[in-house]
């Protein structure tokens, strides 16, 4: 079965870092664009950035622009977000996420596979 797994969350005091990692399976999901999505308290899941499968081109929210980095390793099969200058708006759990466009990464309700999170937490 197809599976996204998601690690490197944790507490980190405003203005911290931290890089999240992503492993997916290569069978299925070799050919895939990737991104990463995330979900606060009593808010919807959103965007966060996407990259296609070549690495070529990436997408960033706004609120996340120039301070967060998405990066791929195809021969390891994973998928990075590094997140600097963190802010406790940034505090939600943050999922993977995988489709054969970055179209549809770009919508929540059009993403065919994700990870089950992982908590990331800016303490002000």
């Not at 996340?64 to 939600?92: C, H, Y």
Request: with cysteine; net charge positive.
């Amino acid at each position: 079965q197809a599976q996204l797994v998601e690690s490197g969350g944790g507490l980190v005091h405003t203005g911290g870092s931290l890089r999240l990692s992503c492993a997916a399976s290569e069978r299925t999901f070799g050919g895939y664009a990737k991104g990463w999505f995330r979900q606060a308290p009593g808010k919807e899941r959103e965007f966060v950035a996407t990259i296609t499968w070549s690495g070529s081109i990436t997408s960033y929210a706004d609120s996340v622009k120039g301070r967060f980095t998405i990066s791929r390793d195809n021969a390891k099969n994973t998928v990075a977000l590094q997140m600097n200058s963190l802010k406790p708006e940034d505090t939600a759990v943050y999922y993977c996420a995988a489709a054969l466009s970055t179209d549809q990464l770009m919508r929540a309700g059009s993403v065919p596979f994700w990870g089950q999170g992982t908590q990331v937490t800016v303490s002000s």
